[in-house]
């Protein structure tokens, strides 16, 4: 069946520390991979995506995200975190039809 | 650049009682959808509709709910005799020309549906 996870459901770091949030996919083939954020009362704000070419894709407010295809995974990296980057981090796939499925999202709080 | 905007930010209604949520996508955009997301839990999908008719649906989108493009510019979700089990952030989505998988999907901020 096809599935997203995020692994992590809450994650704190510290401001100014790096930051990666898992993402796990499970898939027959290479889905079409996103990153989202809500920021609290928000909606979803694309922060990056990856379809094929180059494994490391950059996003949006500093954020990378790399496909490993050996691991199925699509993890979110930040190498500094920001006070404003508290928020909801959710990873989505979209699979040959015509929806995107989510994962269960990650909770980031960032620590002065 | 160009939003999806959705209207009202909250609704509160009673059960029983029929709700519209309304969305207005992007200008020219081909693929719409529903999703919602119950305090607390994950973004679901409800529904996809392109060309005036619904593409995908999911096992929540059962009879009770009903989506409409009644003017080529707003895109609707009724929910009939609405549920407790109803109340949540309902989220309208769009993407772009085309509707390829690659495309990604622009939200809309999102109604707040609270059932008493």
């Known amino acids: 069946a096809q599935s997203v996870t995020q692994p992590d459901i809450h994650i704190t770091v510290s401001e100014g520390a790096s930051l990666e949030l898992r993402c796990n996919y499970s898939?027959?083939?290479?889905?079409?991979l996103f990153w989202y954020v809500q920021s609290p009362g928000q909606g979803l704000q694309l922060l990056l995506k990856?379809?094929?070419?180059?494994?490391l894709v950059q996003g949006i407010k500093g954020f990378e995200a790399e496909f490993k295809r050996s691991q199925s995974s699509f993890n979110l990296r930040k190498p500094s975190v920001h006070w404003s980057d508290a928020a909801e981090y959710f990873c989505a796939v979209r699979y040959n039809n015509n929806d995107m499925r989510f994962g269960a999202g990650t909770r980031l709080t960032v620590k002065p | 650049e160009p939003e999806v905007t959705q209207t009202p930010s909250h609704q509160v209604t009673q059960m029983g009682q029929e709700v519209i949520l309304r969305c207005v996508p992007i200008s020219n955009h081909l693929y719409f959808y529903w999703y919602r997301q119950i305090l607390g839990q994950k973004v679901e999908f409800l529904v996809s509709?392109?060309?005036?008719?619904?593409?995908?649906k999911s096992e929540i989108f059962d009879d009770q709910f009903s989506v409409e493009r009644p003017d080529g510019s707003n895109f609707t979700l009724k929910i009939r005799s609405t549920k407790l089990e109803d109340s949540a952030m309902y989220f309208c989505a769009s993407t772009g020309t085309g509707g390829a998988y690659n495309s990604p999907l622009h939200f809309g901020n999102g109604t707040r549906l609270t059932v008493t």
């Open positions: 509709f392109y060309n005036n008719e619904i593409s995908e």
């Open positions: 898939y027959g083939a290479t889905p079409y």
């Open positions: 990856y379809f094929s070419g180059d494994t």
